[in-house]
């Protein structure tokens, strides 16, 4: 089939050329909407800024965190630290009683308060913060600042009904909107192999990314599934998009006729 025989969006009437822009626009916003609601919903689940590993595994397998003190001394954090003051503060870290452990006056000098006092306020103090500007984003004066870094955090996936209604609605919703997309890319004048890789990568993309909500639950190697899935599948997506957009406002070529029947 020619290009002079088949449906174009660029010989579409004006009218209806503009609609379809308005709409692809809003698809391309949604889009990035999407990616903004991801980002926020789940960079928060560790507690810590920014959207990391380990909250899509949270989300999606379960994690179990260790606590940052304990994670940092035993990478040798800090490097002038005694040997004995290492290994009771990472026993009092592995307790039970680490609240009621942390300012414990019948250990005296021994106490993780006075450990950490005599180890680790040199560079996290609040008194220090102009030399060590480290001490301004993690201080370890008192308790309430210490409690934020010394307990282990347990991501919990999320509950299988909640997965199900998620499930349920993504695979509709998104399989819906890329159906229409794909439909006006293979309406546009781009090459076909472009177009039929964007078609393919797109689809597979979304299968892996949904498929992989469900795999990473057996498997937290999955977890890369819906990250290289989702990425791939948006990526295909803002590039139709677009190409859909390029040839809705360039003019007909040589040739072409107008489409006819739609006004």
């Known amino acids: 089939m020619t290009t002079e025989t088949r449906l174009l969006l660029r010989t579409l009437p004006g009218p209806v050329r503009t609609g379809l822009a308005m709409l692809v626009l809003v698809l391309l916003g949604g889009f990035v909407a999407s990616a903004a609601h991801l980002y926020l919903h789940h960079s928060r689940r560790d507690e810590q800024a920014g959207l990391s590993l380990d909250d899509l595994r949270g989300a999606y397998h379960g994690v179990r965190t260790p606590a940052r003190i304990g994670r940092a001394l035993e990478r040798g954090h800090a490097e002038e630290m005694p040997a004995e003051d290492r290994s009771a503060l990472l026993a009092w870290l592995g307790s039970d009683k680490v609240a009621q452990g942390y300012d414990n006056l019948d250990l005296g000098e021994r106490a993780p308060a006075e450990l950490i006092a005599r180890n680790c306020l040199e560079c996290h103090g609040r008194k220090n913060a102009e030399r060590h500007p ?67 990568v797109g689809g597979v993309g979304l299968a892996a990314d949904l498929g992989g909500w469900w795999l990473a639950r057996w498997n937290a190697g999955f977890v890369w599934a819906i990250i290289g899935g989702g990425v791939a599948y948006k990526g295909a997506m803002a590039l139709g998009l677009l190409l859909v957009l390029a040839d809705l406002v360039r003019p007909m070529r040589r040739g072409e006729r107008p489409a006819t029947g739609v006004s």
Do not use: Q
Not at 162 to 176: D, E, K, N, W
């Open 134 to 200: 480290i001490a301004r984003a993690l201080p370890l004066d008192y308790w309430d600042d210490v409690r934020k870094l010394a307990f282990a955090k347990e991501l919990n996936p999320v509950p299988t009904p909640i997965l199900v209604v998620s499930t349920h609605t993504h695979a509709l919703s998104l399989g819906a909107v890329t159906a229409v997309v794909f439909g006006m890319l293979l309406a546009t004048g781009w090459p076909r192999r472009l177009v039929g890789v964007l078609v393919c």
